[in-house]
């Protein structure tokens, strides 16, 4: 079974400037996660979409990050504009969402620097 | 409950014996509780699960009890081995949408 496929692994960009991530969950997870990853600390919770509908997004800086989840299959996250604060990794999860499927199947994130 | 500061705990325990971390919780209405394992460079992976109306759970080499009076989640891993070595994560699930909040982390380091 496929994994959750995350791109780019690596992105370095300026303050100010704009980066988007892609996400390929699971086939048949319907619950799809982003979480941002600050260097030793655990999985910050930034959206988790149910389908292709926003179920949580109270910790989504909205006036500088969106995500969308188009057909309730792969999603992307931007940022625009970027601040040196959002160096991180951002990672994808996703899981079956359903009782007894609540397991998360994380991907191997995209790590990004904000010079 | 939410990650804090920039030092993880760390427990460094010799090759061969047990390991136990310990985790505490935020939500008492949490009903679902796993433990991740992080590799450098690598998304978190799935050790072993347990729902809150079990207070033990044992898998291949890896047990997780939960007390539930005190919020509180352990981790034990017999025979600790060198691949063993990982930052360990706790998580909780709450609400009927399923959201899953991260613990702090703790880094083990096993001694050859």
């Known amino acids: 079974e496929a994994g959750v496929a995350q791109s780019p692994r690596y992105k370095i960009i300026e303050k100010r400037q704009s980066v988007a991530f892609w996400c390929n969950p699971i086939?048949?997870?319907?619950?799809l996660y982003w979480y941002q990853q600050i260097l030793g600390q655990g999985p910050k919770l930034l959206i988790q979409f149910q389908n292709n509908g926003v179920v949580d997004d109270s910790q989504l800086p909205k006036d500088r990050f969106s995500a969308e989840r188009l057909k309730g299959v792969d999603s992307t996250l931007k940022i625009q504009p970027a601040k040196l604060e959002d160096s991180a990794v951002y990672l994808c999860?996703?899981?079956?969402?359903?009782?007894?499927?609540?397991?998360?199947?994380f991907g191997s994130g995209t790590q990004l620097s904000v010079l | 409950g939410e990650s804090v500061g920039l030092h993880l705990p760390t427990l460094s325990v010799q090759e061969g014996d047990n390991s136990i971390i310990n985790c505490a919780y935020s939500?008492?209405?949490?009903?679902?509780f796993i433990w991740y394992k992080q590799e450098s460079g690598k998304g978190p992976q799935f050790i072993i699960d347990?729902?809150?109306?079990?207070d033990k759970r044992q898998g291949q080499r890896v047990t997780v009890l939960l007390n539930k009076t005190v919020k509180h989640l352990s981790l034990q891993i017999a025979a600790t081995q060198p691949g063993d070595s990982a930052v360990y994560f706790c998580a909780e699930k709450t609400g009927g949408y399923q959201k899953v909040t991260f613990g702090i982390g703790t880094k083990l380091q096993v001694i050859p």
């Open positions: 086939s048949g997870h319907a619950t």
């Open positions: 939500n008492s209405a949490s009903d679902y």
């Open positions: 999860a996703s899981s079956a969402g359903t009782l007894g499927g609540e397991k998360l199947f």
């Open positions: 347990i729902r809150s109306n079990m």
